[in-house]
């Protein structure tokens, strides 16, 4: 909707986890340095937490696309780990299998169709690594078991796989009340939020990679959007792209504190329609009128 007007390629502040995005604060380049080593030195486990929104999906797809990268690995990718123990070890081998067979049910022949494909892939030089989003979601303390189990097909100097966990700070909680499961943890990392002067790079890069280079928060703007979101990036991305749109809608050159104040409130107040977004003046609301040349009339998320 307000691509043209910004000069943009693209929308910059979209909140999906695009690797082209990501922004290389120093925790989130130490974050994916220790993911690699996990994964590189064939260890056991590793444990990534962080609050709602700070990047840890982002930063599991660049993992992910590195993995991909070097051709020396098989990756495994759970989103919706809301599963038995017996769901997840048919989901991992469906996975790894290719989903070229029906996966049984019968535990027994699952785990040995799955040691069968960790040697096979062992012999040719290729690493199993399985990732999951959102472990803190995990319901059953036997699913956890289940996959600490896992971690028993191991050679006597190596592990055949790797698994890492990816999950709010309760995961953290969770892991550590199975000692057992604790102790494969070779690398735990906790992402916090940006600093202020990492809010204002990581809106500036964004920028960039959606193809504008001059700025177009001020400064005052860009203090107010850390304020709010207090360094959150999913949040900076909500702020920040209601503040396209709202500045769009005002025809205004640059977004000020005064936009960011008033979407701070709009983003508060759960009565404000989608379409009163913006302030022409203090208190008032400016209606966003759609682009009559788009067949989508979606207004801002």
């Given at each position: ?30 974050a994916?340095?220790r993911?690699?080593?996990v ?8 444990l ?5 929104g ?5 930063l ?7 993995l ?14 809301r ?26 022949e699952?785990?040995?169709a799955l ?19 959102e ?34 700070p309760?995961l ?6 199975m000692p ?10 906790h ?25 177009l ?12 979101s ?14 396209l749109?709202?500045?769009y ?18 983003l ?12 022409n ?17 979606h207004?801002?998320?």
């Open positions: 909707m307000y691509e043209a007007y910004w000069e943009l390629s693209e929308k910059p502040f979209e909140n999906t986890p695009d690797p082209r995005f990501l922004y290389y604060s120093q925790e989130h380049k130490e994916l340095a993911l690699l080593y994964v590189r030195e064939r260890k056991g486990g590793g990534l937490t962080g609050e709602y700070s990047g840890k999906t982002l599991s797809r660049v993992l992910w696309q590195e991909q990268q070097e051709n020396k690995y098989q990756s495994v990718f759970i989103l919706n780990p599963l038995s123990g017996l769901e997840f070890i048919q989901e991992i081998t469906h996975q790894l299998s290719g989903g070229s067979n029906e996966v049984t049910s019968n535990k027994a699952l785990f040995h040691h069968k494909i960790l040697y096979s892939n062992h012999n040719v030089g290729r690493h199993c690594v399985i990732m999951i989003d472990a803190q979601a995990i319901q059953d303390k036997d699913t956890l078991e289940e996959l600490r189990l896992l971690l028993n097909f191991q050679l006597d100097n190596a592990f055949l796989l790797t698994i890492i966990l990816l999950g709010q309760e953290k909680i969770m892991v550590n009340n057992q499961l604790a102790q494969r943890m070779a690398v735990r990392y992402l916090v939020a940006l600093g202020e002067e990492e809010t204002c790079e990581y809106v500036a890069h964004r920028l960039t990679v959606a193809g504008v280079k001059k700025p928060f001020n400064e005052k703007a860009l203090k107010l959007i850390f304020a709010t207090q360094g959150i990036p999913r949040r900076i991305n909500t702020i920040c792209d209601l503040a749109l709202v500045g809608g005002n025809g205004v050159k640059i977004i000020d504190e005064q936009t960011i104040s008033g979407i701070a409130e709009d508060q107040d759960t009565k404000t329609g989608p379409h009163n977004v913006g302030m003046t203090p208190g008032k609301p400016v209606q966003i009128e759609p682009d009559s040349n788009k067949s989508d009339r207004g801002p998320k």
